[in-house]
Nanobody, 114 residues
Framework: QVQVVESGGGLVQAGGSLRLSCVVSGFAFSVATVDWYRQGPGKQRDMVATITAGGTTNYADSVQGRFTISRDNAKNTGYLQMNSLKPEDTAVYYC????????WGQGTQVTVSS
């Protein structure tokens, strides 16, 4: 059974930083693509960042230069380092892992106060 568990969300002031983690079990993590998505209040779920099994990364324009996605295959864990946070980054952040099928975590709330 595949499990995807995010953690690391919380309340932070604008300009602050958070690091989200995504621990995956029951899945061939090292050959999977890892994505971070977010869904703000009243908004659709949008992709924030992605990292392939080979380490290629891609970012949404809105977070480019502020967020960094990474992975540690030995720990079956993906990360999203978020710096220079803005109130508009407030959202529930979701991790998705993909290899043939998609598996989603339950999400972690990030709230950025102005």
């Amino acid at each position: 059974q595949v499990q995807v568990v995010e953690s690391g969300g919380g309340l932070v002031q604008a300009g602050g930083s958070l690091r989200l983690s995504c621990v995956v079990s029951g899945f061939a993590f090292s050959v999977a693509t890892v994505d971070w998505y977010r869904q703000g209040p009243g908004k659709q779920r949008d992709m924030v960042a992605t990292i392939t099994a080979g380490g290629t990364t891609n970012y949404a324009d809105s977070v480019q230069g502020r967020f960094t996605i990474s992975r540690d295959n030995a720990k079956n864990t993906g990360y999203l380092q978020m710096n220079s946070l803005k109130p508009e980054d407030t959202a529930v952040y979701y991790c998705r892992v993909t290899r043939y099928n998609n598996y989603w975590g339950q999400g972690t709330q990030v709230t950025v106060s102005s």
